[in-house]
């Protein structure tokens, strides 16, 4: 059974730095794309970054918004994927999910597979 768990929300003030963090199980964890997403209340998910696969190379992307602010990381031996968000903005304030995918390096939601259940990240003004 494939599992998706994030950790590291919070409350936080503009300009605070927050670390996500999201252990997977049950599946070959390098071979996957690794993506961050979010959701605002009202809003569609949008993409926030991702780690490629090591046979990808190990790129990354991110979304313009976090660009700069923003880093993903992986760690394959302990099946973990990292954001470390700083300089943190109250439009940033959402509901953050990690998801994994073997289908191509993607910022399109629907392309990924696996989901976690979310972390609440609410940054204050």
């Known amino acids: 059974q494939v599992q998706l768990a994030e950790f590291g929300g919070g409350l936080v003030q503009a300009g605070d730095s927050l670390r996500l963090s999201c252990v997977v199980s049950g599946l070959t964890f390098n071979i996957y794309h690794m993506a961050w997403f979010r959701q605002a209340p009202g809003k569609e998910r949008d993409f926030v970054a991702v780690s490629s696969s090591s046979s990808s190379g190990g790129r990354t992307l991110y979304a313009d918004s976090v660009k700069g602010r923003f880093t993903v990381s992986r760690d394959n031996a302990r099946n973990t994927v990292t954001l470390q968000m700083s300089s943190l903005e109250p439009e940033d304030t959402a509901v953050y999910y990690c998801?994994?995918?073997?289908?191509?390096?993607?910022?399109?939601?629907?392309?990924?597979?696996?989901w976690g259940q979310g972390t609440q990240v609410t940054v204050s003004s």
């Open positions: 998801a994994a995918t073997r289908i191509r390096l993607s910022n399109v939601p629907s392309h990924y597979n696996y």
